[in-house]
C-alpha cells in the first residue's frame, strides 16, 4: 500500500470516528426512516410524487450541513491547524469527511427507497447518482464553512447555494421546467433518478448523468481546496 | 546547523511587521529556547518555521533545505506540540494518537506507551473532553512525539502543568534531547528556559536582543557582589558587598569570621533580570 493510501484510508477512518462520535449516522438514518414512514402513509399519488424530493433532497441537504459541522467541530477544537502540521495532503482533508459523509448519505437515501418501495436491483443503479450528489453538497458545505468563520453566518450564508441546489427535486413536482436546472450538478442526480425508476431506463443516459456528477465533483473539490488554503492562510496573529 | 535563519522578516496581510530581521541557528541535538513576552514574534516564528505560515522575508534552511522548498516529507521530521489543547474531543487520547499516527510513512511509536510515560492512563476510553486541561496537554506533547521527530517544536510545554508533572515534561525533554532531537522551545517561563536550554533567544518587537547560553548571560551581567543577612539583636539586618572594592572584600571576610551571619547569596542576576536589562522589557508583559 502506497503511503498516499495509507494516509487517506487513516483520515478516512478518523472522519467515520469523528462522525460516529458525533451522532451522524443516527441523525442520517434517524431522519431517513422518519421520511420513510411518512411516504409510507401518504397516498399513492403524493408518494410517487415526493419519493425523489426526499430520497435525493435529505441525504443533500443533510450532507452539506453534516460537513460544514464536522469541519467547524475541527476547526472550534484546532484540529484543522493539527492536521497541517503532517504530511496529510490537503485533497484528503477535504475529502475525508465528505466521502464519510456520502456514504452515509447514500446509505440513507437507499434506506428511504427500500423502506418505500421495498428492496430491488434498481438500489444498485441508484447508489452512484446519490453518492455523487452528496460528494457534490459536502464539498460545497466544507467550501462555505471555509469561508465563513462563524457558525450563524454560515447558517445564513449556506440558504441560497441550497435553495438553488434543491430546485432540480422540485421539478418532480412539476413547479420548475427541468431545462433552465440542467447545468445544476443535482439535476442530472434527478436525471439518473428518473432513468433508474422508470420503465426501461437508457444506460446511456444514466451514465452520461453519473459523469457529468464525477466532473461538477472535480471542479467543486478544487473550489473547496481552495477555500480551505485560503481560510489556512488568513490564519489570525493570536 | 541544523536550522540557519538569516534576515528573517514576516508581516501579517493586514498588520504591522511582527519579525524584522532575525538571525539564528540551531545545532542538532541543541535545546533553543526563544524567549519574550506576549506579542514579541515568537509564537509567529513557530509557526513559520512549522510551515503553518507562508510568505516569509530571508532565508530559512532546515535540514540543509529552504523552508519554502520543504516537501510533505518536512512533516515526517518534526512534531509540534501546540499551546493549546487541539484535540478530538470526544475520542479517546489513545484513539486521538492511534488515528493521528497512521498520516506517519516512517513509523511511529506506540501510542499507549507515549500516554504512560506521560503520566496518562491506558486503555482510557473516557473522551479526553473529560480530561482536565494539564492531562489534555499532555496527550498534545505525547501526539507530538508519535513520529519521533528530529526536530521538535514546544510552545508552553509545561503550562497547565502541576509541579510533578512539570519536572516529569522537563526531563522527558532533556532524555529526548540526549537522544539526538533538536528541541525549538518558545516561552515566556524564564524558569522553564533557564533549566532545560543550551542557549536562549531574547526577542523584543520583533527583533533578537541577544542569543547565548544562560550561563554567559547570567556571567555578563552579573554583579560582583554578596549579600549577606545577620542578625544585630533581635533583627535581620542585610548588607551588600561589592566582592571588586579590596576594603568592602576584607569587610565581608571579616564579618563572616566574626559577625552572627544568617545567609549569604551571590547577587547572580536571573535570567528574568538579564532580559530586562537586555530588551527593558518585562517578560509577563501584556
Not at chain 1, 422518519?34 to 415526493?50: G, H, I, T
Not at chain 1, 467547524?72 to 495532503?89: F, H, I, K, Q, W
Request: hydrophobic share 45%.
Amino acid at each position: 500500500m502506497s503511503p498516499e493510501t495509507r494516509r487517506l484510508r487513516g483520515a478516512l477512518a478518523l472522519a467515520l470516528r469523528v462522525q460516529s462520535r458525533a451522532r451522524f449516522p443516527h441523525v442520517y438514518l434517524g431522519v431517513a426512516v422518519a421520511l420513510a414512514a411518512l411516504l409510507r402513509l401518504a397516498a399513492v399519488e403524493w408518494r410517487e410524487l415526493l419519493l425523489p424530493v426526499l430520497l435525493l433532497g435529505e441525504p443533500g441537504t443533510l450532507g452539506l450541513y453534516l460537513v460544514a459541522a464536522h469541519r467547524y467541530y475541527e476547526r472550534n477544537s484546532g484540529m484543522d491547524v493539527a492536521l497541517r502540521v503532517t504530511p496529510l495532503p490537503r485533497a484528503t482533508v477535504v475529502a475525508a469527511p465528505v466521502l464519510t459523509t456520502a456514504c452515509l448519505g447514500t446509505v440513507a437515501g437507499l434506506t428511504i427507497q427500500a423502506l418505500v418501495l421495498g428492496v430491488d436491483a434498481r438500489l444498485l443503479w441508484l447508489a452512484p447518482p446519490l453518492f455523487g450528489l452528496v460528494v457534490f453538497s459536502g464539498l460545497v458545505g466544507f467550501a462555505l464553512a471555509e469561508r465563513f468563520a462563524e457558525f450563524t453566518r454560515f447558517l445564513l450564508g449556506s440558504v441560497v447555494p441550497n435553495l438553488v441546489l434543491s430546485l432540480p427535486f422540485t421539478t418532480a413536482l412539476g413547479w420548475v421546467p427541468p431545462l433552465w436546472l440542467v447545468w445544476l450538478p443535482s439535476q442530472w442526480a434527478v436525471s439518473a433518478f428518473v432513468e433508474v425508476t422508470r420503465g426501461e431506463p437508457d444506460p446511456a443516459l444514466w451514465a452520461a448523468c453519473c459523469a457529468g456528477l464525477a466532473a461538477a465533483n472535480a471542479a467543486a473539490m478544487l473550489v473547496a481546496m481552495g477555500a480551505e488554503r485560503s481560510a489556512a492562510e488568513a490564519v489570525s496573529p493570536a | 546547523m541544523l536550522i540557519d535563519v538569516e534576515q528573517l522578516t514576516y508581516r501579517y496581510p493586514t498588520g504591522a511587521p511582527v519579525l524584522g530581521g532575525l538571525d539564528f541557528g540551531i545545532a542538532e541535538g541543541e535545546i533553543f529556547g526563544f524567549l519574550g513576552p506576549n506579542g514579541s514574534g515568537k509564537t509567529t516564528t513557530q509557526k513559520l518555521l512549522a510551515r503553518l505560515l507562508r510568505g516569509y522575508g530571508g532565508r530559512v534552511r532546515v535540514f540543509d533545505r529552504e523552508l519554502a522548498e520543504q516537501t510533505s516529507r518536512y512533516y515526517e521530521q518534526i512534531g509540534v506540540c501546540f499551546e493549546f489543547p487541539n484535540l478530538y474531543e470526544r475520542l479517546s487520547a489513545e484513539e486521538n494518537l492511534f488515528f493521528y499516527g497512521r498520516f506517519f510513512e516512517d513509523g511511529t511509536d506506540a501510542p499507549a506507551e507515549l500516554l504512560e510515560r506521560l503520566d496518562l492512563p491506558r486503555n482510557d476510553r473516557r473522551p479526553v473532553g473529560q480530561y482536565s486541561k494539564g492531562m489534555k496537554m499532555r496527550v498534545v506533547l505525547a501526539r507530538s512525539l508519535l513520529n519521533r521527530p528530529r526536530l521538535w517544536f514546544l510552545d508552553e510545554p509545561t503550562a497547565g502543568q502541576d509541579p510533578p508533572h512539570a519536572v516529569a515534561i522537563r526531563e522527558l525533554i532533556r532524555e529526548r534531547a540526549r537522544q539526538g532531537t533538536t528541541v525549538f522551545l518558545t516561552t515566556h517561563d524564564m524558569s522553564v528556559a533557564e533549566s532545560l536550554c543550551d542557549r536562549v533567544a531574547f526577542l523584543a518587537d520583533g527583533g533578537l536582543a541577544t542569543v547565548d547560553t544562560p550561563r554567559n548571560l547570567r556571567l555578563a551581567h552579573r554583579r560582583r557582589a554578596v549579600r549577606v543577612e545577620l542578625r544585630e539583636g533581635d533583627s535581620l539586618v542585610a548588607r551588600e558587598f561589592a566582592l571588586d572594592r579590596e576594603d568592602e572584600r576584607r569587610a565581608f571576610l571579616e564579618l563572616v569570621r566574626d559577625g552572627p551571619v544568617e545567609t549569604i547569596h551571590t547577587l547572580e542576576p536571573t535570567l528574568e533580570d538579564v532580559f530586562l536589562r537586555v530588551t527593558g522589557q518585562r517578560l509577563d508583559a501584556p
